[in-house]
């Protein structure tokens, strides 16, 4: 089954932990994005990367961390987390950009206290 | 860099009403692509409809109709004949095709039986 997949789904964490959210796809697709959702903001931008060792700032990069060493994996890393990033998380890919339909993954509820 | 506006926060309909969402956008791009995403109240992201710059002809899938009016810088969808499983949030999305995805913040939509 072509997917998404995100792992965990949900975590709660305390502040100046690092985290890592893995996302994973089977698709063979080149571009890859990482979103937060926020009440009143909708989904905002934070990485994309358009393919191996390619990766980009979104609109929030601020505290996050990615990378791109394989063309299926794309894992967000919070090196020191801090409550405003308590937030719910969507990772994302594509054939081969922000153009082409994204399929999501099932998101991941992230509480950092 | 790109907008989207959903003015609508939340709208309420009964069954069997028809609902429109409203999208409003800011480019300065001349090619961009416009997009409709539905996430219901399980959470995931459902992708319902691309649309370029170029075309802007209407489109209708069965009770979902999307209307373009480049002249407004509008993306506009209804809901003919609402139903309870309508009930989402609905959000528009930007791409200049750039690898940058903007999205708007959502309308909540609740079909009441």
């Known amino acids: 089954e072509a997917q998404v997949t995100q792992n965990p789904r949900y975590l709660i964490t305390v502040t100046g932990k690092k985290l890592t959210v893995t996302c994973s796809q089977n698709m063979n697709h080149e571009y890859m994005s990482w979103y937060r959702q926020d009440p009143g903001l909708g989904l905002r931008q934070i990485y994309y990367s358009m393919n191996v060792e390619v990766t980009d700032k979104g609109d929030v990069p601020e505290g996050y961390k990615v990378s791109r060493k394989e063309k299926r994996n794309f894992p967000l890393i919070l090196e020191s987390p801090s409550p405003n990033q308590t937030s719910l998380y969507f990772c994302?890919?594509?054939?081969?950009?922000?153009?082409?339909?994204?399929?999501f993954g099932p998101g991941t509820r992230l509480t950092v206290l | 860099a790109q907008k989207v506006t959903q003015a609508q926060t939340e709208i309420s309909v009964v069954e069997k009403e028809d609902v429109t969402l409203d999208c409003v956008y800011e480019?300065?791009?001349?090619?961009?692509?416009l997009f409709w995403y539905k996430q219901p109240p399980s959470g995931e992201l459902v992708f319902l409809i691309r649309r370029n710059s170029f075309d802007e002809q209407n489109e209708i899938s069965g009770r979902y109709s999307w209307n373009f009016q480049k002249s407004t810088s509008s993306f506009n969808f209804t809901i003919t004949a609402s139903q309870v499983v309508d009930s989402a949030v609905y959000f528009c999305a930007l791409t200049p095709g750039d690898y940058k995805l903007s999205f708007g913040a959502g309308t909540t939509v609740t079909v009441r039986a």
């Open positions: 480019t300065r791009d001349t090619t961009y692509y």
């Open positions: 994302a890919s594509s054939w081969s950009s922000s153009y082409n339909e994204q399929f």
